[in-house]
């Protein structure tokens, strides 16, 4: 790999001296070229394989090296962006300063896109629920030079070069991804068959990239397991859903049944409730109080605009002082309107409205009068 160049000293190269600047621009188009060729054309590694890499062993000299490569990539990107933006640079000085910049960045990347591959290689295959799946990072570091691939100001042959990073990128996580499903096959296998829910095998799908890997053609037993598995559980759930229907069918059944039956039972009920408020209001017509107060609760409540009266003793005084005032009058025929029964009269000129409530052994229990 190349150790990576003084962008600076490059660039002030190709403003003032024009041979070592295309000196310059020749290392990087050729560092360029010879990395993303490695990266083509080297074997994927497998998992646990530290020899990608001559002399990159570890991770920790991997992770190393790859931080270096994005700093100088991301000082990079943002004087390529500045060079744009130049005013004091002529057409000519631009377009040199630009292809130098991005023949840079593109042999960056390439060396970075060797190390992600190699770092890939060392990290742990198990897929764990909650965890990043294992080739997470790498399709990770793929974005990213799919990104730079697209960068404004990238001069177009560089562009091209980091594309071709990105398909090689592309070759490596397809190897990775289908030892992650065959190196994790037996637990998922497992872990499908003790799914009980629809909810906990799609989780199981989604963790193992089940989808993914049937699409790239791998672990089609498993992948046909899972699907016997979810064919068996829609069909339990199906069964089940039809049980429910069924029970809660019964049960609005019976709750109309009910309701029928106790509209039936409030109104035979209302029928002899009017028959109660008919024989009271006959008797109040004719001033026969102790026929009235028969068909009275003895905890009677009388609410009148003039006040609210409770028991026998206060209605039946109430009704005295209304008859001695002058303005007695008449309660009405009561009838049955909107489930109750209500009577129309007059007293005093004026028309009253009386409404009737009752008690459980039939007797009044409230008379709400309103004008």
Same mark, same amino acid.
């Given at each position: 790999?190349?150790? =990576?160049?003084?962008?600076?000293?490059?660039?002030?190269?190709?403003?003032?001296?024009?041979?070592?600047?295309?000196?310059?621009?020749?290392?990087?188009?050729?560092?360029?070229?010879?990395?993303?060729?490695?990266?083509?054309?080297? *074997?994927?590694?497998?998992?646990?394989?530290?020899?990608? $890499?001559?002399?990159?062993?570890?991770?920790?000299?991997?992770?190393?090296?790859?931080?270096?490569?994005?700093?100088?990539?991301?000082?990079?990107?943002?004087?390529?962006?500045?060079?744009? %933006?130049?005013?004091?640079?002529?057409?000519?000085?631009? =377009?040199?300063? #630009?292809?130098?910049?991005?023949?840079?960045?593109?042999?960056?990347?390439?060396?970075?896109?060797? $190390?992600? &591959?190699? !770092?890939?290689?060392?990290?742990? *295959?198990? &897929?764990?629920?909650?965890?990043?799946? *294992?080739?997470?990072?790498?399709?990770?570091?793929?974005?990213?030079?799919?990104?730079?691939?697209?960068?404004?100001?990238?001069?177009?042959?560089?562009?091209?070069?980091?594309?071709?990073?990105?398909?090689?990128?592309?070759?490596?996580?397809?190897?990775? !991804?289908?030892?992650?499903?065959?190196?994790?096959?037996?637990?998922?296998?497992?872990?499908?068959?003790?799914?009980?829910?629809?909810?906990?095998?799609?989780?199981?799908?989604?963790?193992?990239?089940?989808?993914?890997?049937?699409?790239?053609?791998?672990?089609?037993?498993?992948? +046909?397991?899972?699907?016997?598995?979810?064919?068996?559980?829609?069909?339990?759930?199906?069964?089940?859903?039809?049980?429910?229907?069924?029970? !809660?069918?019964?049960?609005?059944? %019976?709750?109309?049944? +009910?309701?029928?039956?106790?509209?039936?039972?409030? %109104?035979?009920?209302?029928?002899?409730?009017?028959?109660?408020?008919?024989?009271?209001?006959?008797?109040?017509?004719?001033?026969? #109080?102790?026929?009235?107060?028969?068909?009275?609760?003895?905890?009677?409540?009388?609410?009148?605009?003039?006040?609210?009266?409770?028991?026998?003793?206060?209605?039946?005084?109430?009704? %005295?002082?209304?008859?001695?005032?002058?303005?007695?009058? @008449?309660?009405?025929? *009561?009838?049955? =309107?909107?489930?109750?029964?209500?009577?129309?009269?007059?007293?005093?000129?004026?028309?009253?409205?009386?409404?009737? @409530?009752?008690?459980?052994?039939?007797?009044?229990?409230?008379? +709400?009068?309103?004008?």
């Amino acid at each position: 790999m190349m150790a =990576t160049r003084d962008l600076a000293l490059a660039l002030s190269l190709a403003c003032g001296f024009a041979a070592q600047a295309a000196s310059e621009l020749d290392a990087a188009r050729t560092d360029a070229e010879k990395s993303t060729n490695v990266l083509e054309q080297r *074997p994927c590694p497998d998992f646990g394989d530290k020899r990608y $890499l001559t002399g990159m062993t570890s991770e920790q000299q991997i992770v190393q090296s790859a931080e270096r490569e994005r700093s100088y990539q991301d000082t990079a990107m943002q004087q390529l962006q500045q060079i744009g %933006r130049d005013k004091q640079l002529d057409q000519r000085q631009r =377009t040199n300063l #630009q292809t130098l910049a991005s023949w840079s960045i593109a042999a960056s990347m390439a060396n970075w896109s060797l $190390l992600q &591959v190699a !770092n890939q290689a060392l990290q742990n *295959p198990l &897929v764990a629920r909650g965890q990043p799946y *294992p080739s997470a990072a790498l399709e990770g570091a793929r974005e990213r030079i799919r990104r730079v691939a697209e960068s404004s100001g990238l001069q177009a042959d560089a562009a091209e070069a980091v594309r071709r990073q990105v398909h090689a990128i592309d070759r490596c996580l397809t190897n990775f !991804n289908k030892s992650v499903f065959q190196l994790n096959q037996p637990q998922f296998d497992a872990e499908v068959e003790k799914a009980s829910t629809l909810a906990e095998l799609s989780q199981v799908e989604q963790t193992y990239r089940a989808r993914e890997a049937a699409n790239a053609g791998h672990g089609k037993d498993s992948v +046909d397991r899972l699907a016997a598995r979810k064919s068996a559980l829609q069909e339990e759930d199906r069964i089940a859903r039809e049980k429910a229907n069924a029970v !809660n069918a019964a049960d609005a059944s %019976r709750r109309r049944a +009910d309701q029928e039956k106790q509209q039936a039972e409030y %109104r035979a009920k209302l029928s002899t409730y009017l028959a109660v408020a008919k024989r009271f209001t006959d008797a109040s017509d004719r001033g026969d #109080q102790r026929a009235a107060v028969a068909e009275m609760a003895n905890d009677i409540v009388m609410s009148t605009p003039t006040g609210t009266y409770r028991g026998i003793d206060q209605v039946v005084e109430a009704v %005295r002082r209304q008859a001695a005032s002058g303005r007695a009058g @008449s309660l009405g025929t *009561p009838q049955i =309107t909107q489930d109750r029964i209500v009577a129309y009269g007059k007293s005093g000129g004026m028309g009253i409205r009386t409404i009737f @409530s009752f008690d459980g052994s039939g007797r009044i229990s409230r008379m +709400d009068i309103s004008i």
